[in-house]
């Protein structure tokens, strides 16, 4: 019998209006019913596992329907932020304002709080994590899983998004952060579901926040969020653990990306099993390659994004599965998953892709799994 590429996907999923309208009260800290947007919260989520089984997804998610974002959501569970940080623009929309301008004019850029670290960092709520993963694992058992995997924001990308402005270094910052995100991590773990790391971090800082940097430069900044995102993951075995890197969940030029061949050697360091990668934006798509020289380790296994998350183009099933069968020209098909470029809402009630088109992609992404799973 042959065995079938299992398929998933990096994470968020379109919410409902009703829950984007409550988690944007939430973030703008404005009055709202509390049991109201709990029981919403719990019904979008029990919607959004049933229809990922409905498309035959195998390793599913929450769709991420409680977090406004998948990196600020922590400003609400950790003390120690306030005000607003400065935002950088991608080095690529700079070369090109106009389109730059079209982007903001069309309504496409989302506005939610993006606070400092402006005092010492420190637990605040670990109910709305008790409350996910509940939700989470009624739903599982409600639709016949045994597991599926919760999004968490790594140390580095809360670094990105959320920059320091109390701790006497951004080196002392990023290690604080890996000490009180442990907590989240392994909290998920012990709830027997897999863990997924959200690290653009490694890709998209690159040339958004880290863009006056050498090449050179940033891979040592990489070197260190890899050391203390291990140091945060010491306790958790790898099995249980997957990692997202990305360049950004946007459509634009993507000139200065730097090249996975530069940073996959340091990726691959982390002690996890999973390596959800990019691989459909066109900027990347040629970058299967890599692994002729660069081999997978035997216990890994790749997670190439086979669908662009991007675009409201459904790619057909034959290119998904021509896309897993070049990557089984170069890593062991035992050591292939097909998975998305990206999530279709990382953040609450933007996403390019229509709510209705983001689940026919995701069927195109197990049909054509199942193809390659026929051929290879």
Not at 176 to 188: G, P
Not at 227 to 243: F, G, M, V, W, Y
Request: aromatic share 8%.
């Amino acid at each position: 019998m042959t065995s079938s590429i299992l398929t998933t996907h990096v994470g968020s999923l379109p919410r409902s209006k009703e829950l984007s309208d409550f988690l944007f009260a939430k973030d703008k800290k404005e009055l709202f019913d509390q049991e109201k947007f709990n029981q919403v919260l719990k019904q979008n989520v029990m919607s959004v596992v049933k229809r990922q089984k409905d498309i035959g997804i195998d390793i599913v998610s929450d769709g991420e329907m409680s977090k406004i974002s998948y990196a600020t959501y922590v400003k609400d569970r950790i003390q120690g932020f306030s005000g607003e940080s400065e935002r950088r623009v991608p080095a690529d929309l700079e070369d090109f304002p106009n389109f730059k301008l079209k982007i903001a004019n069309s309504g496409g850029t989302p506005t939610y709080t993006r606070p400092c670290c402006t005092n010492k960092l420190k637990i605040k709520d670990d109910k709305s994590l008790d409350i996910d993963i509940k939700n989470f694992k009624d739903a599982l058992i409600q639709n016949s899983y045994k597991t599926g995997f919760m999004n968490s924001a790594s140390p580095g990308v809360i670094a990105v998004f959320m920059p320091n402005k109390f701790y006497p270094s951004d080196d002392h910052y990023l290690e604080e952060l890996s000490k009180i995100m442990q907590n989240e991590y392994e909290t998920i773990v012990n709830a027997n579901l897999q863990l997924q790391l959200d690290c653009p971090d490694l890709a998209l800082a690159r040339h958004m926040s880290f863009k006056e940097l050498t090449d050179k430069e940033f891979l040592n900044r990489a070197e260190q969020q890899i050391d203390c995102l291990n140091t945060a993951l010491k306790d958790i075995s790898p099995e249980k653990i997957r990692i997202h890197i990305c360049w950004g969940n946007y459509e634009g030029p993507h000139i200065y990306d730097i090249g996975l061949e530069k940073i996959l050697p340091i990726i691959l360091k982390a002690n996890v099993k999973y390596f959800l990668i990019e691989s459909s934006n066109p900027r990347h798509a040629h970058e299967w390659q890599i692994f002729k020289d660069i081999k997978m380790p035997s216990d890994k296994i790749i997670v190439p994004g086979v669908i662009d998350s991007t675009s409201n183009f459904v790619e057909h099933p034959q290119l998904v599965a021509d896309r897993l069968i070049q990557f089984s020209t170069v890593v062991a098909k035992d050591q292939i998953m097909a998975g998305t470029d990206c999530g279709f809402s990382t953040f609450a009630g933007f996403g390019k892709v229509d709510e209705e088109i983001c689940y026919q992609k995701l069927m195109s992404l197990v049909e054509g799994a199942s193809i390659a799973s026929k051929i290879i």
